[in-house]
């Protein structure tokens, strides 16, 4: 089932939309928090963006949906989709599972790294959370 | 917790695919407190509920249950409900919590134009757990000490030492129980039924268990604006007692309506929601009255009104489901369990 308990690792960039990024050099890999899998409770599908689509800080560029409801993702970063995660279209569940690991949604060619310094550390999303 | 029609209500407990399963395969508890009741007596009661709601209340005998509507003179459906005879003149009508209020003014105005009979809100005096699932019947027994009425039908018992009803109905297409139980002993019960393995469930898995089976949800499927016969209704209509709307209803019955509910499945990925447009030949056809995932049958479900000539089961739509076209064909009840 999912992990039971909040998780917000230190190595991970932070969107308040509750979206992470991690940054290796020019790529980052995004996905959603351990909140926003929680809040929207068991994910059933994923609509992935296709590779080479661009995407922009803040925009919408995927959709996840559970049971219950559909939401939007947003981009943490700007830049050009290189990679999605295509085991998602058959186990949508691995982004309650483990939202940080199995549960990617794309890899994205940074077009411009220095947006990283606009997002949060760990802490700091915690914070946000309340 | 959501705000649901003046009650905080859950959406979920553990989840809604394993409250979903376990209502599908073991038993399954809902608290459905919300719903409304309404007690009618008198010697007037059958005349009066033969008035207002569209089934043939003349054939319900004493313990027995019916479904109807509540119609509006342009046979507009005021409500959709279930009406139990308690006894000789005494019955009780559960309503859905948004309508309760409207229901009674209606009810209230056609009982004193009528006559002869009392209209009362009950509904303070019932908590209402609704125990579902192909080991209900065996779990409720066991523990409450009770015995049970068959399908469709409502016995007396006594519950906590106070006086309860038990009605052999369900929302889930499962068998199973609602139980109208004082309301102070209502948390007692529940953790009785939760020790005893029963699966607490909210309103999420209340939703896509209905669905699956095509049992109506009144503001989504059913509005004022829409007929029971459009609705796919007809079967608890009888225009000839007379009921509020029964000529608009034999009219519609007689002519046909211009839009049908239908049942659908998206073939593929997609998961339709209420509102999405029903497309035909790339036109708008219809539009979804519900929507969700089938935690059963893995795929996106839903009911929509798409125009009559489109209704047939086994013909493909496509849903614009937030602005991609997904495909889906026209199905026949119930969608769970699948058929073949």
Known sequence: ?130 | MVPFAGWEMPVQYEGIREEHAAVRTHAGMFDVSHMGEVEVEGPGALAFLQRVLSNDVARVEAGGAQYSCLCNEDGGVLDDLFLYRLGGDRYLIVTNSANHGADLAWLGRWSRQLGDVAVRDVADRYAMLAVQGPHARDVVTRTLGIELPPRMRVATARIGNRPALICGTGYTGEDGVELLIDPEIAPAIWSELLDAGVVPCGLGARDTLRLEVCFHLHGNDLTPDRNPIEAGLGWCCAEGTGFVGADAVARARREGTAETLVPFTIEGAGIPRQGNPVLAGGEQAGSVTSGTFSPSLEVGIGMAYVRTDLAEPGTAVEIDVRGKRRPARIASKPLYPPKG
């Open chain 1, 1 to 130: 089932m999912t992990l039971a308990e909040p998780t917000y690792p230190d190595d991970l960039r932070y969107h308040d939309q509750h979206d992470w990024a991690r940054i290796e050099g020019e790529v980052a890999t995004f996905g959603i928090t351990w909140y926003a899998q929680d809040s929207l409770g068991e994910v059933v599908f994923y609509d992935p963006p296709e590779a080479g689509s661009i995407v922009e800080k803040d925009a919408t560029y995927a959709e996840v949906e559970s049971v219950k409801a559909v939401s939007d993702v947003i981009a943490p970063l700007s830049g050009e989709i290189v990679e999605v995660n295509e085991a998602l279209a058959d186990a949508p569940e691995k982004i309650n599972e483990d939202p940080y690991g199995d549960g990617w949604l794309v890899k994205v060619r940074l077009t411009d790294p220095g947006e990283a310094e606009q997002l949060l550390g760990a802490a700091d999303y915690v914070a946000l959370l309340g």
